[in-house]
């Protein structure tokens, strides 16, 4: 037995995930900790605000860069990695620079159109989440392809307890949605400058990046045109499917609402930050290897998807049955409401993160077209579903019910596809 523990880690990849889920773990433990005297503080209208402001920057802030850090990875050669590193800085300063600019001639219509009366004072912080989103892609990218996962297990840790920390001592003398709002936004430009301060990021340096000309950079940009073709619009869609039923519900029903499905889907993110992140970190490295190497990549997926499996079993199935009693227990009696919306959305989202290892290996695939697709139709379903709750049965717990069982029917669906196109890609190899 020991000695079979000990095989097991040595294997790079199971210590690689070790690393970057101790690091998740221990963020997710500050989180948690500090999460029950937050929500005393600060209550359920403020957590919606928050919540309705964090859907608008989760929009944008991943396709500040139209998505190419995400192909930092992919490269044999670091000159390569280096030049879409530049790329991507060069990207992320143009949607910081056309955001303020849209802010500063048409702020009003957009404010007006989306019904953003009460996020309004915040709108001035986009433009700079933006850039930070874009560096902090980078920085991510980087760390990925040189599998530095000790820096940003490291910066995760640092992150949340400042972050968390900040929110709480605030929070003492002024607990308004303003504090969680700032401090969560500007959090990611602090990750950024952690990750790039910690590590040996070579994006800044012309010198070290080596590429001489703009012709280049084009050349590059369009090998892989497949990222902002393909792979942006779907994390632009994606974002904004899991940004709709806040929004929806801040206007239909007011913050408080907002609040209880923001917390809920914090909670049930844990698994997903805790394992996923970290096996999707470590899993897309690993798979692109596998390709450029000729090995079974449907087994590398089957493997991965088993693994999350067993680990997200438990503590989606606990929500599905105690969520209600747990939620009013650890945050107050306040969020009852929350538990009732957590145990349906566990339902979905214990599939989306069983898919965390499918939705990595995408890109290896080639089949990023059949992401934008697959994103399209769940952005679609999950609108339906929540306009079927809120104008047919007027309920924003009927609108998560309804959404809930779509969703993961559809990502059953999208991991045997997944399998289809690895299958095939296998084949060809």
């Known amino acids: 037995m020991k000695s079979q523990v000990e095989k097991i880690a040595n294997k790079p990849f199971l210590r690689n995930v070790a690393v970057m889920a101790t ?37 944008i802030g991943p396709v500040a860069a139209l998505t190419y850090p995400f192909a930092i990875v992919l490269p044999k050669k670091n ?33 007006n159109w989306f019904n953003l009366k009460h996020l309004s004072s915040f709108l001035f912080l986009l433009p700079f989440i933006a850039l930070f989103s874009g560096m902090l892609q ?10 530095q996962f000790k820096v940003t297990a490291r910066v995760t840790v640092i992150q949340a307890l400042i972050v968390q920390g900040s929110i709480v001592l605030i929070g003492i003398y002024y607990p ?55 792979r942006a619009p779907e994390v632009f869609l ?45 899993f897309y490295p690993r798979i692109s290897d596998a390709k450029n190497n000729g090995e079974n990549m449907t087994k590398l997926i089957k493997q991965a998807t088993f693994y999350l499996g067993l680990a997200g079993i438990v503590p989606y199935l606990v929500i599905i049955v105690f969520g209600p009693w747990l939620f009013s227990f650890v945050f107050g009696e306040n969020w009852w409401t929350a538990g009732e919306y957590a145990r349906w959305m566990a339902l979905w989202m214990f599939f989306r993160f069983l898919n965390s290892a ?17 994103t399209v139709i769940f952005l679609i379903a999950k609108i339906s579903a929540f306009l079927i709750g809120l104008y047919v049965f007027s309920s924003a717990l009927a609108a998560i019910i309804i959404a809930a069982i779509a969703e993961a029917v559809l990502e059953i669906i999208f991991l045997y596809m997944t399998l289809y196109f690895s299958k095939k890609q296998d084949q060809i190899s």
Not at 30 to 40: D, E, F, G, Q, V
Not at 358 to 374: G, I, K
Request: charged share 10%; with cysteine; net charge neutral.
């Open 23 to 59: 690091g998740t773990a221990m963020a997710q433990i500050i989180y948690m900790a500090l999460s029950p005297i937050i929500t005393r503080m600060y209550g359920p209208e403020a957590y919606g605000l928050m919540g309705a402001f964090m859907a608008i920057v989760a929009i």
């Open 79 to 111: 000159k390569e990695a280096h030049g879409l590193m530049q790329i991507s800085f060069m990207i992320s300063i143009g949607s910081a620079a056309a955001l303020a600019m849209l802010l500063l001639f048409f702020s009003d219509f957009i404010v």
């Open 138 to 147: 980078i920085a991510e990218g980087w760390l990925i392809r040189t599998k």
């Open 176 to 230: 308004e949605a303003t504090v969680l709002i700032i401090i969560t936004a500007l959090a990611i430009g602090f990750k950024a400058v952690m990750m790039i301060s910690l590590s040996q990021i070579p994006f800044l340096k012309q010198t070290t990046i080596g590429w001489k000309n703009l012709t280049e950079l084009k050349e590059l940009a369009t090998k892989h045109k497949d990222f902002p073709a393909f």
């Open 238 to 282: 994606d974002a904004i499917t899991l940004g709709v039923p806040i929004l929806l519900l801040a206007n239909f029903f007011g913050p408080a609402s907002a609040g209880f499905y923001s917390i809920g889907y914090t909670v049930l993110s844990v698994p997903a930050q805790l394992i996923g992140k970290s096996v999707g970190d470590v």
């Open 358 to 374: 499918s939705l990595t290996a995408l890109p290896a695939l080639s089949a990023q077209a059949f992401l934008l697709c697959s």
